[in-house]
Nanobody, 127 residues
Framework: QVQLVETGGGLVQPGNSLRLSCAVA??????????VGWFRQAPGKEREFVAA????????TYGKFVKGRFIISRDSAKNTAYLQVDELKPGDTAIYYC??????????????????WGRGTQVTVSS
């Protein structure tokens, strides 16, 4: 069983930055053997892939809409993954979720590939 808890969301003004955290706790296996993905879901829209990172942080991939404002990282010693978002825009308003999947050698962009999910953290970008 893998448990994930997202933190770091909130109300921010356009142009500011935010760093979201995802604490990963796994029973039976080291948390580091899981790839972690970030997804977001805006009101009235489907959930979309933001970014994913391999178990050792060496591989990263980003969603097609990402244009340099998002950076995914992880600290294996802390079993925590991060999503840095810069130059926030109102269109970034969404619930941000982190998810985990056993590491298979490839990064996954489909949400169906992730069996474990956090409850999400709300990010609202507004002046």
């Amino acid at each position: 069983q893998v448990q994930l808890v997202e933190t770091g969301g909130g109300l921010v003004q356009p142009g500011n930055s935010l760093r979201l955290s995802c604490a990963v706790a796994a029973s039976g296996r080291p948390a580091g053997v899981y790839a972690v993905g970030w997804f977001r879901q805006a009101p009235g829209k489907e959930r979309e892939f933001v970014a994913a990172i391999s178990w050792n942080g060496a591989l990263k991939t980003y969603g097609k809409f990402v244009k340099g404002r998002f950076i995914i990282s992880r600290d294996s010693a802390k079993n925590t993954a991060y999503l840095q978002v810069d130059e926030l825009k109102p269109g970034d308003t969404a619930i941000y979720y982190c998810a985990a999947t056993p590491w298979t050698g490839d990064l996954q962009e489909l949400d169906s590939a992730y069996p474990w999910w956090g409850r999400g953290t709300q990010v609202t970008v507004s002046s």
